[in-house]
């Protein structure tokens, strides 16, 4: 039976679920510190917030990949905000949050946490705290929040976290619309009102802000907005293309320590002033060349051929050929010219090697996504690649005992649902 | 008995030895085609020309490495050379000397030679008769030319034929001093006069000429003067450094196609003309670091401890650890650097970056040098690096089927040595 949503009022009969995307970044890493252009795109991978009526007066958090399974009483959750002298259930507060104040709930939050949570879900924890006390006050309700971004890879995990979690409230709370029920078994997701999604990211802005101390806003951006975001000296610009991009992203399973690899650039840079300048400013432009490749009407996006749509290489990869266009090729060379810079500016790791040594012997370029001395590889798949192919590739990487899946880059951005609870 | 020679009278009863460094490219390859500075130096394994006397009005010529061994009545030869109209024994021949009228040798040469000859033995033929006849015209020799440089690995191999042969023929006909002999067994090698070498290094790239058609002249003047050079733009610049620098080369045993890859490099800067530029400019600036670095008086000479010779790192290598200057870190850093610069533009190959691989993990930076593609690989050692630490990198090299072998880079130019025959 399809209903319509009434705006504003809080839906306390309501499941509603957020989802919100991953991100990748194309590329620009580290180079972005020094000033120069980095490219991020929504990945389609999503973390969803589930946000029903409570029971008992109570406020119910399931997080389980991070092992937290809490259950407080609101006058609890009453009581630690009042002496973080934080609650204001309104989404006005965004603009009077201060970033000092959240960080004294810890001590309280780390003793909340089972022997089963993961490292890192404090933050989590308190990121949760405040968004629910300051978005929905103090009302009854059970959350749970679950993803298939792997933490802490560099695919935007806590930003995709903080975007479904503030969608997810919001939405709860009447700020924003959802779709009308279909009454079938299958969900419908609609994006968030364009005017709305600005509110989300700012709120999921605030959240990050608890977990990093200082992020630099791109995270939130593109699993709010999704798509393409370019980021600049502090300055994010969405890119009108919607141009999904086919992809194999691979995790290494090595940890790494962004702070260290930064700082390592850092101080290469002051040993070699001129040479990684030059270096930054090639990843510059490969990133500012990315940015006009996607936004090129092409052939790029997949489905039925159209006029333009020339195949310029037919390459073997195994037993079967690689059909690419020329975007294709082009952003191809970029990837391999961007895993080069990387590795010359020391950020590269031998298990990253490997993966873009085993695409290459398929004639497919990868470059490491992110910080890099670990994390996740991208792979640029032609569109015309065929799944037996990809299924090649990805043998040969786990064989070599990394995790790969297939994702579409460049997707939509936050979305909700819901469902009448009966 | 020591015996002073005569200059500028043939010696007929003396053996001449001439021998001539091969080079390497510390960097800047295939970014010079693109007009960037290049920096070569001489590798200390040397191509060494044998002249003595010859027998029965003949000559002969001896290159057992090429299965090459020819012995021509001097009559054949004046037809060959007279065919050619090239009968000019004297050294100001070069300036008159033009390029088109050789190749019609090719024929001729070809049909002398035998079953064995190695692929490119023609060239060498070619080249020696045009040298042997213009500088010492049509006396009865015995030639013989050995080499440690490996032919066709990027190691300057042709160019340390064309001076060493140069330099002998000169020596023998008495253009150049040779030694005082000492009487012992052992080999004196003497520089040759810094105002002959000139003269070597223009008959050389006559050579080069017809070996390679168009040379850059980099090679056979590295291999004549030794040391360091630097090349831009068609201008090379001697670089008064004699710092000899440790290396390990290792030839990756893959033959590789030096004009496939440098029109790769060329096209794919055609289709990426911003960022290409800005790894051209990348590698220039790497290039002229090098450069600053090898100019600056310094630790990196070797030998006893002196003044501002500071450790400054200090890392494990295996089960030694490794001592570096702050020079040698540097330069580490810009090898890993121009590495992964040459990785982007397309010339690496995996065994390439399976050999920057294993130094890696010894904590030392690797880069191909030459043409890329195969070919062969430099690794710095530091000084302080004991030779159970090369030990035991070298094995794991060879272990994966790599050929490798230590070499002072930066050392002397073309030398001469003789000895009276009994």
């Not at 994006?191 to 630099?216: C, T």
């Not at 510059?284 to 195949?311: F, H, M, Q, R, Y």
């Not at 500016?345 to 993966?355: A, D, F, P, R, T």
Request: proline letters at 4%.
């Amino acid at each position: 039976m399809a209903m319509a949503m009434a705006m504003g009022a809080p839906r306390e009969q309501l499941r509603v679920d957020a989802r919100a995307p991953g991100k990748v970044i194309l590329s620009g890493e580290h180079a972005v510190v020094h000033g120069t252009s980095a490219v991020a795109a929504a990945l389609g991978l999503y973390t969803t917030a589930t946000i029903r009526p409570g029971v008992d007066d109570g406020c119910v958090l399931d997080l389980p990949q991070l092992g937290v399974n809490l259950k407080w009483p609101l006058k609890v959750i009453e009581e630690i905000v009042t002496q973080g002298h934080l609650l204001d259930p309104k989404p006005a507060h965004v603009a009077s949050y201060a970033e000092s104040e959240w960080p004294q709930l810890g001590a309280f939050v780390e003793q909340q946490l089972g022997l089963h949570a993961v490292k890192g879900a404090d933050a989590a924890v308190t990121a949760f705290l405040f968004l629910y006390t300051s978005i929905l006050g103090l009302q009854p309700v059970t959350v749970r929040v679950t993803s298939e971004l792997p933490v802490g890879a560099g695919l935007g995990s806590s930003a995709a976290y903080c975007v479904a979690l503030s969608a997810g409230l919001l939405a709860y709370c009447g700020e924003i619309d959802l779709p009308q029920e279909n009454g079938a078994d299958r969900k419908t997701w609609i994006d968030v009102n364009e005017k709305k999604i600005d509110l989300v990211n700012r709120w999921a802005f605030e959240g990050e802000r608890i977990i990093h101390g200082r992020p630099s806003g791109i995270d939130n951006t593109v699993s709010s907005f999704g798509y393409v975001v370019k980021f600049k000296q502090g300055q994010i610009t969405r890119l009108h293309t919607q141009l999904p991009l086919r992809m194999l992203l691979t995790n290494t399973q090595v940890g790494r320590n962004t702070k260290a690899l930064v700082a390592g650039v850092g101080e290469r840079a002051l040993r070699h002033p001129a040479a990684m300048g030059a270096i930054f400013k090639a990843i510059d432009e490969i990133a500012e060349e990315v940015v006009t490749i996607l936004l090129t009407p092409s052939e790029n996006s997949g489905g039925e051929k159209k006029k333009g749509e020339e195949i310029v290489s037919t390459e073997e990869c195994g037993p079967h050929p690689v059909f690419k266009t020329e975007q294709e090729v082009r952003l191809q060379e970029l990837v391999e010219m961007n895993q080069g810079l990387l590795q010359g500016i020391g950020v590269s790791h031998l298990s990253i090697e490997s993966i873009c040594q085993i695409t290459a012997s398929y004639r497919l370029q990868s470059k490491l996504t992110g910080a890099g001395g670990g994390g996740c590889v991208l792979t640029l798949l032609p569109h015309k690649l065929s799944s037996t192919s990809v299924e090649l590739v990805k043998v040969d990487l786990e064989a070599k005992g990394f995790s790969c899946f297939e994702a579409v880059i460049g997707g939509n951005g936050v979305q909700v649902s819901c469902q009448t609870l009966s």
